[in-house]
């Protein structure tokens, strides 16, 4: 298999998914613990004079959980080889 014609996706679902929940499912658990693609911020407040939006959401690949709606950290993969578009 060559690793850099996968796609970030492909990474995420064939290596770190696996490396997370590990071979006998004993270390994080998919269904309590592992959120993929969610948004962890509503993005920064931007105030200029009396306007008021918001900046761009920040999104993360996963979102590891200690217990239920207690992030404990944040996971980014990444694509190895060139990016094609």
């Known amino acids: 298999m060559n690793k850099k014609s996968l796609t970030e996706a ?3 679902t064939k290596f ?4 997370l929940t590990g071979p006998n499912g004993d270390k994080w658990n998919v269904m309590t613990q592992i959120r993929e693609e969610v948004y962890f ?3 920064r407040v931007i105030v200029r004079g009396k306007t008021v939006k918001r ?3 920040k999104k993360a690949d996963y979102l590891l ?3 239920p709606n207690l992030p404990l950290a944040v996971v ?3 694509c190895s080889g060139p990016k094609v578009r």
Not at 16 to 19: C, D, N, S
Request: glycine share 10%; no cysteine; net charge positive.
């Open 10 to 12: 492909d990474i995420r």
């Open 16 to 19: 770190i998914t696996p490396a």
């Open 55 to 57: 900046g761009a959401a």
């Open 76 to 78: 980014e993969a990444k």
């Open 65 to 67: 959980d200690y217990k």
């Open 41 to 43: 911020t509503k993005g």
